[in-house]
């Protein structure tokens, strides 16, 4: 029988196993890979989330600093800028629980100031040392992401023997590390890290494997949304039309034991993921009665 997990974000609950939570992206950079240069202003952010959360989003991750492949990094004083006034301006129109997507523990105790609620951390709060403490401190929600590199360079040559084998031993050790420092196992979130630092092959093998990261006894978080491997599958050049690969690619990770999807358009996938989370919850009730 399949263990029902919660997640608490903000004053929300939500258990995973009832139905998948779809999270929505709001990027306030103007180079982020998808849809850079959209949301620069904390209105058109506030207007952003909006639109994310009457297409199905419930729960809001916001960045400042792009970590497409090649990315530079962006000093903590412009990515406060970035994703503070978004930040308090989503707060003042809604108790979504809001997500800040940073590396740094100053954006991070900044954002949380301004009204987020969670923390998702990349290097899975080994990036900076003042993360975790920060984290423990808060009581907030972590999502710890496996990432091979940087994003300056994770894309170069990046290989693994066994890839599902590799990210599943990275993704304890951090739990590990995460329940040592003291912060909660019900605060943490893992994400195998689609995309970084993957090659196609690499991709495809998570996704046909993520019900091996379910062992840890902690919501599951993949984010597909519009990346490469779909662009490689599809022969779609541009990002912004992804939207169909990415649909499908969620519907194969929710079945496959995603709880929460990361993702830049929550109408293209809404109905992708209600068919494959029946699919899913279908299976786990034959299971529970067998």
């Known amino acids: ?10 004053n929300k609950v939500f258990q995973p196993y009832d139905r998948t939570i779809i999270m929505g992206i709001i990027n306030t950079t103007p180079d982020s890979f998808s849809d850079g ?15 994310l959360m009457e297409a199905g989003a419930e729960i809001l991750d916001v960045g400042g600093e792009s970590s497409r492949p090649f990315s530079e990094p962006v000093p903590a004083e412009e ?31 900044a954002a949380l100031d301004a009204g987020a609620d969670m923390v ?18 808060r009581g907030v929600p972590v999502i710890l992401m496996h990432m091979k590199g940087s994003p300056e360079d994770m894309q170069k040559a990046p290989f693994y023997t066994d890839v599902v084998r590799e990210i599943d031993a990275y993704l304890e ?20 890290g689609i995309g970084f ?10 996704i046909n494997n993520l019900k091996r990261f379910k062992r840890h006894g902690v919501p599951l978080l993949t984010g597909v949304s519009r990346k490469a491997f779909i662009g490689s599958l599809t022969g779609v050049e541009e990002p912004g039309k992804r939207d169909v690969g990415t649909a499908g690619a969620v519907a194969a990770c929710v079945l496959n034991g995603s709880d929460i999807c990361r993702v830049h358009n929550p109408a293209a996938v809404r109905d992708a993921v209600m068919v494959a989370e029946a699919i899913r919850k279908r299976e786990i009730e034959v299971s529970c009665q067998s």
């Open 120 to 137: 998702n951390d990349i290097t899975a709060l080994e990036g900076d040392p003042d993360m975790m403490p920060l984290v423990r401190e």
């Open 79 to 109: 990515e406060k800028k970035r994703v503070v006034p978004a930040i308090r301006e989503i707060r003042n129109l809604t108790d979504c629980p809001i997500s800040i997507d940073t590396r740094k523990a100053s954006v991070a105790e």
């Open 173 to 192: 050790k951090r739990i590990h590390a995460c329940l040592e420092a003291g912060i909660e196992r019900e605060k943490i979130i893992i994400d195998p």
């Open 37 to 51: 240069g959209l949301c620069l202003s904390a209105s058109s952010a506030a207007k952003q989330a909006i639109a």
């Open 1 to 10: 029988m399949t263990t029902r997990l919660k997640i608490e974000v903000g």
């Open 197 to 206: 630092g993957k090659r196609l092959e690499d991709n495809l093998d998570i």
